[in-house]
């Protein structure tokens, strides 16, 4: 029982860690459960990855309480900003949550394998090296440096750009900060707005799982599995507080471009990994 624990503490920590970074964290969380052999059943571990989630996504919301809280003491013209960031957010979440009810079952089905996931690993690299080196010498100019100053039109572009994350592989970040730099928004504040989405995505997936596999009785879970499922969660938070900073921090100096790289390499990792588990 204490092996499966640090097992799950570990996930959490890959969770904690990739949520946020444009590379995929669903991908990281599968790599680490197969590497380590977890003996979690599949009705368990497809809540699992979930609701783990849940504890990345308060991490955000305490690390911008008072950005997101639009009744902490601030001015009105702040209050009114908050309100208005609150709707350029459900503008942008609306898409892939429509989307992603009508087709979840199917994209378990049929999106799920590792090939797919590798080819969204790459391909998405190459965009982001790409682009990065597009934009390298050239004087940055951005329509909107802030989250709070994306238009609403800005947010539904951003939107429609992380429908592309229904596709596993891809990256809910991934897709939201390569949109949201591509049609004129910062680096920070894509990233930003790119937490600021998850929210209600991933509150909205969480339960959506959650209330799917208790009408289908699946949520009978031993005790072992629901200490497992509260120390990744607890993990996955406190790293968290963590990785959130540390992305701002670090874009505020550095391009997306190795991150790029990380997902070429990973991708190519990832379909060795597959001919060589078909060949054993």
């Known amino acids: 029982m204490l092996i499966e624990l640090l097992k799950a503490i570990i996930i959490g920590l890959v969770e904690g860690i990739t949520e946020w970074l444009p590379i995929s964290s669903s991908t990281h969380v599968e790599l680490a459960s197969a590497l380590m052999k977890t003996n979690y059943s599949e009705a368990f571990y497809k809540v699992f990855e979930v609701v783990i989630q849940l504890g990345a996504i ?32 459900i503008i942008a979440a609306a898409p892939a949550a429509l989307v992603g009810v009508l087709i979840d079952d199917w994209r378990d089905e049929h999106l799920g394998g590792m090939w797919i996931r590798a080819a969204a690993l790459i391909v998405y690299g190459v965009l982001f090296v790409v682009i990065e080196r597009m934009r390298a010498g050239k004087k940055e100019s951005y329509l909107y440096r802030e989250a709070e100053d994306i238009s609403m039109g800005t947010a539904l572009k951003i939107g429609l750009f992380q429908l592309l994350s229904l596709i596993p592989g891809t990256s809910r970040s991934g897709s939201t900060i390569l949109g949201g730099t591509l049609v004129g928004v910062s680096r920070k504040a894509a990233a930003e707005f790119s937490f600021f989405v998850a929210i209600p995505i991933m509150f909205g997936a969480s339960g959506l799982k959650v209330v799917k596999y208790a009408l289908d009785g699946e949520l009978a879970f031993t005790g072992a599995e629901v200490l497992s499922l509260i120390a990744a969660t607890v993990t996955a938070f406190a790293v968290s507080m963590f990785a959130v900073r540390a992305l701002i921090g670090f874009i505020r100096s550095h391009s997306f471009e190795c991150f790029g790289w990380y997902r070429i390499v990973l991708g190519i ?5 597959t001919l060589l588990g078909k060949s054993a």
Request: proline share 3%; net charge positive; charged share 25%.
């Open 269 to 273: 990792v990832v379909i060795l990994w």
């Open 58 to 89: 308060l991490a955000v919301i305490l690390v911008y309480w008072r950005r997101l809280w639009p009744w902490a003491e601030k001015t009105e013209l702040r209050k009114r900003r908050t309100y208005a960031l609150w709707i350029k957010i």
